[in-house]
T-cell receptor
Framework: DQQVKQNSPSLSVQEGRISILNCDYT??????FLWYKKYPAEGPTFLIS?????DKNEDGRFTVFLNKSAKHLSLHIVPSQPGDSAVYFC??????????????FGKGTKLSVKP | DGGITQSPKYLFRKEGQNVTLSCEQN?????MYWYRQDPGQGLRLIYY???????QKGDIAEGYSVSREKKESFPLTVTSAQKNPTAFYLC???????????FGSGTQLSVL
């Protein structure tokens, strides 16, 4: 049973427009959420995170929104650039302040930003 | 530059053979992890270690073994008991705490 779901396997966006990547989770005990970006044949790189005590975190072009009542988070990229084309993984943690060995990852969404 | 080094980048395994994937980090992180990624799937945790000489099983530990004799090193052995070893293997490290994971560039393992 998937605890972290990214229901859109792929997303295509025009350069300069907004990209919105969605993530749903089932376990209300998750207390920390992260987004990672991954290029082919490379390891994921950390993008942005949010604690469950917040509903928004912003870092440059990237903003993550958390809706705890809906068990939903989203990553907004504005404006989208061709270099943003990658697979984006949503991850959730059950143990904020502890080991991240218990990070639960979604299956990823492949974002394509077209010039 | 600090980082995580995985080797080799590509590895082939014959039937009945054990193979070992290397992971070294110079970030002075306490915790290290091994994940497996299959096409179209998320990352699944194989093993993790929060301290030298100690490690715990993740969600899919069967058919794998690890050691943590040094803080910098966390090698993963894929044993012959792992019947479906073809996958992309990722090593990661972090400080114990709410810190982000740092990943290596991965090893693609294939079966001959």
């Amino acid at each position: 049973d998937q605890q972290v779901k990214q229901n859109s396997p792929s997303l295509s966006v025009q350069e300069g427009r907004i990209s919105i990547l969605n993530c749903d989770y089932t376990n209300s005990m998750f207390d920390y959420f992260l987004w990672y970006k991954k290029y082919p044949a490379e390891g994921p790189t950390f993008l942005i995170s949010i604690s469950s005590i917040k509903d928004k975190n912003e870092d440059g072009r990237f903003t993550v929104f958390l809706n705890k009542s809906a068990k939903h988070l989203s990553l907004h990229i504005v404006p989208s650039q061709p270099g943003d084309s990658a697979v984006y993984f949503c991850a959730a943690s059950l143990n904020y302040g502890g080991s991240q060995g218990n990070l639960i990852f979604g299956k990823g969404t492949k974002l394509s930003v077209k010039p | 530059d600090g980082g995580i080094t995985q080797s080799p980048k590509y590895l082939f395994r014959k039937e009945g053979q054990n193979v070992t994937l290397s992971c070294e980090q110079n970030l002075n992180h306490d915790a290290m992890y091994w994940y497996r990624q299959d096409p179209g799937q998320g990352l699944r945790l194989i093993y993790y270690s929060q301290i030298v000489n100690d490690f715990q099983k993740g969600d899919i530990a069967e058919g794998y073994s690890v050691s943590r004799e040094k803080k910098e090193s966390f090698p993963l052995t894929v044993t012959s008991a792992q019947k479906n070893p073809t996958a992309f293997y990722l090593c990661a490290s972090s400080q114990v705490g709410p810190e982000k994971l740092f990943f290596g560039s991965g090893t693609q393992l294939s079966v001959l």
